[in-house]
């Protein structure tokens, strides 16, 4: 009720300013606007998705040229104008995610910057056409193929306003849909992402689209606003001063790099009145913020008044009865042994340059089978394992899950056939709450999952299944509490919970018990025992009791191959594991 109430309050100020300020003050708040879009833009793929970029000012300038060329050298109309300007920018946008979402991180941006320095220097040859840097003058406010004219300051100012709310109510949609809240966690996870069954190049691909048309609305309507377009919004300092924005306002909230821009454009106003090293305050600004406040404006009132605004749970999300899920609920059920195959390996082998991890490694688990994988440090379990989930191709070899191949099939891909994994060091959402997590895992096996235009709220189904899996499995007192403030054990215990959660009818666990104590390990053995019995586990385990106390059948492996395999009472006996595994000579 509070925050309804403030949002309407702003929104009443922002509509009742015209009648307080000066034409100037006026032009000022407009500007305030247009920023406000563009940092908001990029904050979709940097505050959301965790997509650095230095190149955003690309789309704002592509759309500022467009409208800017077609309304002084081709025909005056808002329309056609302004839809141009869009589609170029969104097309640009599109073309540029290709190239650039193959790299991460700090090859991610620099792609970004040296695309964008590429149409800084075509705008900046390409003289007889966009007027180099002397810019193209003259760009009229829009008023052709309108009921009424934009030319006035104050209609102007109203235009950009409802442009400014029904976009910010959009992008409030996204972020909030389980579209939005998939970005969150590949900003957190990516590789968990992924094994949970998210595209997440896809993900991260529309996000970036997305952004570069809402940076193309705010260079259409800065170039209407300044009557001038040139190559400076296309330069690194425009995408410099975008991000500086959303750090300064609070990455990761919505109207965060709203104030950012705001207190940006106030200060460059300010400063530029009395010095000309704007420039050089902008970077002690950035310097300031990213050392004291990284969490920016919005970070710190949330953190100091207010929890972190977080998906809201329905009303009837703990009553709304969901349907069981089949790995949900421990079972007893009685099963035959063993079912059909549930995973082939035949040949396996991987090369890390000159060196050959895995070698020709063949073997077979039968549904509803529990195989665990025995061997010392470098034997290439875990290498298995990633070449297994996709997340590593092989060199030579074949891998089938329940009789289908999928040697090539991209992470995701394996995960939604019911392939799950944990993984030896914890892969969590060290930002979000136990029951965010949770959600993630649950959204991960639901057609819902790419939706974009419902908030998650509308889902109950999701909540429900979240509500009751941590009921179950004994984690509810823990809901909201941030992963990373849980113990390691409570850590291990949501990671065999979020594996659980995507209803996998294989999962690999790669040493679960690894670093816990032995009342930890306790649990989290007595954990994977309560596991559905239709789930077939393999199971890496250095834990010679855990493993013998939970194997049906053992596989030892030395040096990337296997050396022998069978029940755990032979294993047990089996002279050569003395000597490999445990470093025993029987000789």
Partial sequence: MKRTLGIATGVAVLVLLPLALSSYQLGLATKMLIFALFAMSLNLILGYAGLPSLGHAAYFGVGAYTVGLLAVRVVDNFWLDFGAGLLAAGVTSALFGLLALRAQGAYLLMI????????????????????????????????????????????????????????????????????????????????????????????????????????????????????????????????????????????????????????????????????????????????????????????????????????????NARSTPAKPGRSSIPGQAPRSRYGASALKIDGLSHDFGGLRALDAVSFEVAEGERLVILGPNGAGKTTL??????????????????????????????????????????????RLTVLESVLLAVQGADRARFTLHRPLAAFPRLFARAERLLEEWLLAERRDVLTRQLSYGEQRQLELLLALAAEPRVLLLDEPTAGLSPAETASVAGMIRRFPRDVTILLIEHDMDVALELAERLIVFHNGRVVTAGPRDEIRKDARVAEIYLGIDEA
Avoid: C
Wanted: proline share 7%; glycine share 12%; no cysteine.
């Fill in 385 to 430: 394992f990633n070449l297994v989930t996709g997340l590593f191709p092989p060199t030579v070899g074949r891998i089938a899950l329940f009789g289908r191949d999928v040697t090539r099939l991209a992470p995701h891909r394996r995960a939604r056939l019911g392939l799950g994994r944990t993984f030896q060091i914890t892969t969590l959402f060290p």
């Fill in 112 to 315: 970004t910057l040296a695309l964008a320095q590429v149409l800084w220097g075509i705008a900046f040859g390409w003289r007889w056409l966009t007027g180099g840097d002397d810019g193209l003058p003259g760009v009229p406010r829009p008023g052709a193929g309108l009921p009424w004219s934009l030319s006035s300051g104050p209609s102007f100012y109203y235009f950009v306003l409802v442009v400014f709310v029904v976009a910010t109510v959009a992008l409030w949609v996204v972020v909030r849909s389980p579209f939005g809240v998939a970005l969150v966690g590949i900003r957190e996870s990516e590789r968990r992402m992924q094994v949970l069954g998210y595209n997440t190049w896809l993900y991260k691909y529309v996000a970036f689209v997305l952004a570069g048309l809402i940076a193309g609305v705010s260079g259409n309507l800065f170039v209407y606003y300044n009557g001038f377009v040139s190559p400076a919004y296309l330069s690194i300092v425009f995408s410099a001063m975008a991000l500086i924005m959303v750090i300064l306002g609070g990455a990761g909230t919505l109207l965060g790099p709203a104030l950012g821009s705001a207190a940006i454009v106030l200060l460059e106003n300010v400063i530029s009145a009395s010095t000309e090293r704007w420039l050089t305050v902008l970077g002690l600004i950035y310097v300031v913020v990213t050392m004291f406040a990284p969490a920016g404006i919005m970070g710190w009132w949330l953190l100091t008044w207010g929890a972190p605004i977080r998906p809201p749970i329905p009303p």
